[in-house]
């Protein structure tokens, strides 16, 4: 008899704590974003931006400020540190997910420290060179002490010599140009149509 009293109340207590438990494991918090788990986020985003219509038609700076606010977007959504995004970015740059520039924007949206810090990653720098484009980051705080960043991208310069038309003694003169910053240089995504 005692017996039957005791697995009547293991029974009751294990019906009674089962939905505690069980509410326990779905009150579990997911692991925090990683820089390897950003990377589907990120190539996510760009391509979403990309499958915009007129996208294609797109000129080379509207074509960034597109790529660069649907990453921003989605890593801001993602709740991770801008220690991680800095990473997933420079990751990003490496895989040829995104270019050089889109990195360097989205992190200068994220943390005015974060665009330098991205835009001196090796990845990034070697990106930069292979296409021969540039990054110029600038940071400044105003009066009330708001840190902003200033990101000048450059695309590859073109250069054209002329004849002075002087004769003797005249030479030729070169101009550089510089050109658009193209966010699918140096890229492999789809998206960009390679």
Known sequence: MAS????????????ALAPIGAGHVWAQTPPAPTAVSLQATIQAAAQS??????????????????????????????????????AALVQAVQAGSISAGVAIQVAAAVAPEMAQQVASAPAVVQQLAATGQSATITASTDAGGAPSVLVSLQGVSSTSTGDAGTGAGGGATGTVTPAPYDPCAGVIAAYCGS
């Open 4 to 15: 039957n009293r005791f697995r009547a109340i293991a029974i009751s207590l294990a019906v």
């Open 49 to 86: 931006a990309a499958a915009q219509p007129g996208f294609a038609k797109l000129s080379a700076s509207a074509k960034l400020a597109a790529i660069q606010a649907a990453v921003s977007n989605a890593l801001a959504a993602s709740g991770a540190s801008p220690t991680v995004i800095a």
